[in-house]
């Protein structure tokens, strides 16, 4: 199984720092500054509220983004996520979110063979609302192949 980390892809900081891409997410300065210090782990227990739920939706909305959807495309292509489960398909997969709200569900994989949406295979236990409903539709809908 993979990593909760490694379906997130390193978002920028002249991307998490522009004002237009922070719009409608609540925030506090406290809390963009704890984000941008280069020792941030969102795996720490002092980790919580605005700090955690801003870690997964600047990637959710990035990875919409050309140059996050561009750095997803590098790490479907290099298969850092999980393949389909069933073994008569072993097609490369990507995360998706049941859900775009932050706390309803956790990551899944979609497998654009079977379009069909499977659990992950390892213990990682990252929300849904940081891949969001879709960033899969829209990523193969950019490359069908």
Request: net charge negative; charged share 25%; proline share 6%.
């Amino acid at each position: 199984g993979i990593k909760g980390n490694e379906c997130l892809c390193r978002v920028p900081i002249d991307y998490i720092q522009e004002t237009f891409n922070q719009m409608g997410l609540e925030y506090f300065t406290e809390t963009l500054q704890v984000i941008l210090n280069p020792v941030f782990d969102s795996s720490l227990d002092w980790v919580f509220g605005d700090e955690e739920k801003w870690y997964g939706m600047i990637p959710a909305r990035y990875i919409m983004s050309e140059r996050g959807a561009d750095d997803m495309r590098q790490k479907y292509e290099r298969g850092d996520f999980e393949v389909c489960p069933k073994l008569s398909c072993r097609q490369k997969t990507l995360p998706v979110g049941p859900s775009d709200v932050c706390g309803k569900s956790n990551v899944k994989i979609f497998c654009p063979r079977c379009n069909d949406f499977y659990e992950l295979r390892s213990d990682t236990q990252l929300d849904g609302a940081m891949f969001g409903t879709s960033f899969s539709h829209n990523f193969f809908a950019q490359r069908p192949n």
